[in-house]
């Protein structure tokens, strides 16, 4: 999908040709503070937008673009059309139930992707699909030993050098993905390791992510891509591939994720309609929970945050953002969108926000707030949203087209979490009849 670049500030966005414009928008600090949340029904201009026509020409490309520019960095543009390259198949995987295919796409980086695909043998047609990325690499998701392992990992292993992919690893997040359970469901599951696309390490994202700067450009400043826009722009790369799997449903794709996965996966849904269903879980601060926050949460008199918020995730993760965003620190209120917004942009796909009631860092209400906060965009462009004005019961699933799910526990994706997941996706990714 195609960057879009940032509107001219001081023209009128009626016109599709000036939401792709060449200026830029304001320097940060000149945004004029909105201390609610910005109305995503009102363009940055103050048009108020009445139709799904305004909203899909107008409203919707203007917020694209001032993600990009102010939170994410611009979109790497699809420079080339992806090349899978199947390496390995075994048709009785998790005990004759799956087709198990490890594929190398070529999409435009330096290396190709290592993208494991199950498909379930027992199907009367295309299957639905999860599509996600993982944390350790494929072969962390099976006790399969011929997986492939990755170049680089984030964790280091005893006996190997840091950053070594070691048989330790093999099949730790096994229960993590259950991917057993899927494939029992009649769904199948891709997924690809985020080091693929660009490992997530702060020290070197800064050289890698130079060559998707724009001529002369600082890849730590400005609208600069950052990791979470390119790993979004991954999830679509591998989705080109995807959709080629005959054995695949491509309209029934639904990008899934947890943490920054989670916040990855939202991104990816938000810039490419292609997928049907997104599935964000406990993504918090910089994905599914609001930037802006009451003064108490954000600067506690104890000096204990509650809340992950917008300065301590730029603190602690530089490279996930673009330069203009460290600009909302202590600003958050002068942003012209919170990530309600975010949320908007997949209407009218269903979103279902997956949270843990110990999980506060991820401000599990905020994130309830973020979906209340998107329902009228939903109403105007599906007729349907939320359909509650509260949080639902601990461990019962809000099945609505704006969805919600928490249960007890800690900041993990688990077999129950999928579980509900799988519920939700047996809700919205019928096959029509």
Same mark, same amino acid.
């Given at each position: 999908m195609a960057t879009n670049p940032p509107i001219a500030v001081g023209q009128d966005t009626s016109d599709v040709a000036l939401v792709t414009g060449s200026k830029a928008f304001p320097d940060p600090e000149k945004l004029a503070a909105h201390a609610t949340l910005p109305d995503p029904l009102?363009?940055?201009?103050?048009?108020? =937008? $009445?139709?799904?026509?305004?909203?899909? %020409?107008? +409203?919707?490309? *203007?917020?694209? @673009? #001032?993600?990009?520019?102010?939170?994410?960095?611009?979109? /790497?543009? @699809?420079?080339?059309? =992806?090349?899978? $390259? #199947?390496?390995? *198949?075994? $048709?009785?995987?998790?005990?004759? $139930?799956?087709?198990? +295919?490890? =594929?190398?796409v070529n999409c435009g980086l330096?290396?190709?992707v290592h993208l494991l695909v199950l498909i379930p043998n027992e199907r009367a047609k295309p299957a639905a699909c999860f599509l996600g990325m993982n944390f350790e690499g494929n072969y962390a998701l099976l006790d399969d030993p011929q997986i492939q392992m990755p170049a680089w990992v984030p964790k280091s292993f005893p006996e190997v050098p840091p950053h070594t992919a070691s048989e330790a690893g093999r099949g730790r997040e096994k229960e993590v993905w259950a991917l057993d359970q899927a494939i029992e469901r009649g769904y199948a599951v891709a997924t690809f390791f985020s080091g693929d696309i660009q490992p997530d390490d702060r020290e070197t994202a800064p050289a890698q992510l130079r060559k998707w700067t724009q001529e002369n450009q600082d890849p730590t400043a400005g609208d600069a891509t950052a990791t979470i826009m390119l790993w979004a722009w991954g999830f679509s790369r591998m989705l080109d591939y995807v959709q080629t799997v005959p054995e695949i449903d491509a309209q029934r794709v639904a990008a899934v994720g947890h943490s920054r996965n989670g916040k990855t996966a939202l991104v990816a849904a938000a810039f490419d309609e292609r997928f049907a269903l997104v599935i964000p879980s406990q993504a918090g601060c910089g994905g599914t929970a609001p930037s802006r926050l009451p003064? @108490? #949460?954000?600067? /506690?008199?104890?000096? %204990?945050?509650?809340?992950?918020? =917008? %300065? +301590?995730?730029?603190?602690? &993760?530089?490279?996930? &953002?673009?330069?203009?965003?460290?600009?909302?620190?202590?600003?958050?209120? +002068? #942003?012209?969108?919170?990530?309600?917004?975010?949320? @908007?942009?997949?209407?009218?796909?269903?979103v279902l926000l997956s949270n843990a009631t110990d999980d506060q860092w991820a401000n599990p209400r905020g994130q309830f707030d973020m979906l209340r906060a998107a329902d009228p965009v939903y109403k105007l462009i599906a007729g349907d949203g939320l359909g509650a004005t509260e949080m639902p019961e601990t461990g019962k699933l809000l099945s609505s087209r704006l969805g919600y799910f928490i249960r007890p526990g800690k900041h993990a994706m688990t077999r129950e979490d999928w579980k509900i997941w799988l519920d939700y996706a047996d809700r919205w990714l019928t096959p029509p009849r």
């Open positions: 009102t363009t940055f201009l103050s048009h108020p =937008v $009445k139709t799904r026509e305004d909203w899909e %020409k107008r +409203r919707a490309p *203007e917020l694209r @673009a #001032l993600f990009q520019h102010y939170m994410y960095g611009r979109r /790497p543009l @699809a420079a080339r059309p =992806v090349e899978g $390259k #199947l390496i390995r *198949e075994n $048709k009785t995987a998790l005990g004759g $139930k799956a087709t198990l +295919r490890e =594929v190398l330096d290396r190709p003064e @108490a #949460l954000a600067n /506690p008199p104890e000096g %204990k945050l509650l809340h992950e918020t =917008v %300065k +301590r995730i730029n603190t602690s &993760f530089p490279h996930w &953002f673009c330069g203009n965003f460290k600009a909302f620190n202590t600003a958050m209120d +002068r #942003l012209p969108f919170d990530q309600h917004c975010l949320i @908007a942009l997949c209407a009218p796909r269903p």
